[in-house]
């Protein structure tokens, strides 16, 4: 027996979008204009002009829109707004409705999956073309080469010339590469992997490959021969570094990564490719590869990589093409032509003492009062919506947060309208068009961007809330992390709003264990503030999924390595609870957790939680550096140059709370690894002062410099 609902979902699948035009109601003209608004509010705007229901479904109802329109009919309005995106209208009752169709959603789909691979294709390509150059290169040119980098990459770095020392940073990856043996085997091992593969790396942030992999790795993909050259190229820089301590020191070395390397001794080959943490989509993305060889007896007995590929990375940036991009090419049109400058134009053409557009922000700055209803990226929008008034058209534009700071990368050289529409589109890595009178700017990469920004209420309930108590809760902070995909939790505003409150909190394995602390329950929270344990196999599905995330997707369980600030008594203590968490002794120097771990989590695994309060100090937001927590030792080490205390000073604070909650987690006898996360607070009621009214006793500790050790200066 057929149902209702199957009937009514075949009899609507069959309607077809709306005839707009056929409706005598969407005749009449409208006017209106959105600089940075939701869909929602423009639709009830229409509505209430028009008297007809107008609405979205779900998400599209949050979608940021800029629109302009001068006595448009309301159909050719609605229906602008509709094509723009991809969207279709549906009668429903006496209005109608917006929706997102199969066939558009797929569509977004697949153009999302190609810009996440993007990155990763990119990199592929230049994997094989070291590939060819290893090839032919000539070992002895290309280590002259380095060594001379080497010194101008010094030299650079100096003279605080970073732009000089990136590209020589650059250069240097590519040289070393040439002649590094890892380097041969992960390109050959990168390039060999699929589409399927590539995802998964994005997705899961860690992959590891191995000759004979365990339940949690996946099999090399490289040839017999691959396996045998890199096994003999180890041996060989293991005997050459035996000579070279036997020559300089006279004496036969004793240490484990110097003795002689038989190709017999290596049982299983392993590759860890990882994505660094955080930072998303927007910026450049790097990523990491180690090379692991191990013995019959699982132990290590060589290691290559740490092979960055940062400065060959392929990311998307927060505002304008990168180097090498070309900006999509445009018909030439009337637009180009001069027109007149209105007062408006005039008005947002307005530079700073800093030669930047003063309305956007002024705008921005708007966005950091408590309550306030303008969006940070308005100010692109009434740009536009001048532009596109003087030039006596039409406009609609899509926004998204990966705009939040196009408005500063505009760069004006001609007022012509088709000419700062070029400027602004190509702040916004966007493309527009005139058609039939309309302009349409549309981003290019929209569903990346769509997909990494962050619903407008959350973005302004969030700042409401971090404004008004001026930080967030551990609590607070988990329960965003679970609300945001990885790629929402880089957004360039949220990140702003928040200051350096994401920081380290939102480092991958911090955003992991937030979202693990969301998954628990108030007592089982309650257990580990008040010191107890908590067993993985007692978990919840959610909570256990989360506990995953953090051991197996952020890092490789790992012994602390360096050692604690001089003088800092904070970090200290951060190292000597590192070194007595972060530890894998049954294992010897083997730490990588799908090895140590094939299977997953023990179900007697357990997480324990040290929670410690600082004094600390927040900043008073300005629209430019939003409220940021120090804790004292931060402050200590910001403050030491004389030039740089009398700058900060002039600067208004209130006293803080910093909580730093050190959870360790003991996966079986002699695995251990931990995690360090940090929320601030401060008491809402205490107002912002500069520096000197700041109380006596936390000045002192401010500015309290600890002997060195031995009392040396």
Not at 341 to 359: I, P, Y
Request: with cysteine; charged share 30%.
């Amino acid at each position: 027996m057929t149902t209702p609902v199957v009937v009514l979902a075949a009899l609507f699948a069959g309607q077809g979008p709306a005839d707009l035009s056929a409706d005598g109601r969407l005749a009449g003209t409208v006017t209106v204009r959105a600089e940075a608004e939701t869909v929602r509010v423009v639709l009830k705007r229409l509505s209430e002009d028009i008297g007809v229901r107008l609405a979205a479904s779900g998400a599209l109802e949050e979608e940021l829109i800029i629109l302009l329109a001068k006595d448009r009919p309301a159909h050719e309005v609605l229906s602008v707004i509709a094509e723009h995106f991809d969207w279709t209208w549906k009668k429903e009752d006496d209005g109608y409705r917006l929706y997102q169709t199969t066939a558009s959603k797929k569509e977004e789909r697949k153009q999302l999956e190609e810009l996440i691979l993007k990155p990763y294709l990119d990199l592929q390509k230049k994997a094989k073309k070291q590939l060819k150059e290893t090839e032919k290169a000539d070992r002895e040119a290309v280590e002259k080469e380095i060594a001379a980098l080497t010194e101008r990459y010094n030299a650079a770095l100096q003279a605080g010339d970073w732009e000089r020392w990136t590209d020589l940073s650059r250069q240097m990856l590519w040289q070393q590469g040439l002649v590094s043996h890892w380097s041969r085997f992960v390109n050959e091992v990168f390039v060999g992997l699929s589409r399927e593969r590539l995802l998964e790396l994005d997705r899961r942030s860690r992959l590891v490959f191995a000759y004979d992999p365990t339940p949690s790795q996946h099999r090399l993909n490289v040839s017999s021969d691959a396996l045998r050259t890199l096994i003999e190229e180890a041996a060989r820089e293991r005997e050459k570094r035996w000579r070279e301590i036997e020559e300089r020191t006279g004496r036969t070395p004793t240490d484990p990564s110097s003795q002689p390397l038989a190709a017999d001794d290596v049982a299983n080959v392993r590759v860890e490719f990882r994505l660094s943490p955080g930072r998303r989509g927007h910026v450049d993305y790097p990523a990491t590869a180690w090379v692991t060889l191990l013995g019959r007896d699982g132990k290590v007995v060589a290691t290559g990589g740490g092979l960055n590929f940062a400065s060959q990375w392929g990311g998307r940036r927060i505002a304008g093409w990168k180097e090498g991009e070309e900006p999509p090419v445009r018909e030439k049109n009337r637009l180009d032509e001069e027109t007149p400058l209105t007062e408006g134009l005039k008005k947002v053409l307005e530079r700073n003492e800093r030669g930047r557009l003063a309305l956007p922000l002024a705008r921005r700055k708007a966005f950091f009062e408590k309550g306030s209803s303008v969006d940070p990226r308005s100010g692109l929008g009434a740009l536009l919506c001048e532009v596109a008034g003087a030039a006596n058209v039409s406009l609609v534009c899509d926004l998204y947060d990966v705009h939040y700071w196009a408005a500063s990368a505009v760069t004006v050289q001609d007022t012509a309208p088709g000419a700062l529409l070029d400027a602004v589109s190509n702040a916004m890595r966007a493309a527009w068009k005139l058609d039939r009178g309309w302009v349409k700017v549309r981003t290019v990469e929209w569903p990346l961007a769509r997909y990494e920004s962050v619903p407008q209420p959350l973005l302004f309930s969030t700042r409401d809330l971090f404004l008004g108590q001026v930080g967030l809760t551990f609590d607070q902070m988990a329960s965003l992390a679970a609300k945001l995909n990885d790629y929402q939790a880089s957004s360039p505003i949220l990140e702003h709003t928040l200051g350096i409150l994401l920081w380290p909190a939102w480092s991958e394995a911090g955003l992991y264990m937030l979202r693990l602390w969301n998954a628990l329950g108030p007592v089982q929270r309650k257990v580990l503030l008040e010191g107890g344990q908590l067993e993985y196999g007692r978990l919840g599905p959610a909570a256990e999924a989360r506990f995953g995330d953090v051991v197996y997707r952020s890092r490789t369980t790992a012994n602390a390595a360096g050692g604690p600030v001089r003088g800092d008594p904070d970090q200290k203590e951060d190292f000597e609870w590192a070194q007595a968490t972060w530890t894998a002794r049954e294992q010897g120097d083997d730490s990588e957790i799908t090895q140590l771990l094939p299977s997953g989590p023990l179900a007697q695994s357990t997480i324990e939680l040290r929670f410690v309060k600082r004094e600390g100090l927040f900043e008073k937001p300005n629209g430019r550096h939003p409220a940021a927590y120090l804790n004292l030792m931060n402050a200590q080490d910001r403050w030491r140059s004389e030039e740089r205390r009398a700058t900060l000073f002039e600067r208004e604070w209130k006293p803080a709370i910093v909580g730093k909650y050190m959870f360790t987690f003991r996966l079986r006898l002699g695995l251990v690894t931990g995690e360090i996360v940090r929320s601030a607070t401060s008491d809402p009621s205490v107002p912002f002062r500069p520096y000197a009214s700041l109380p006596g006793a936390l000045r002192q500790k401010i500015e309290y410099r600890p002997p060195p050790p031995g009392g040396v200066p």
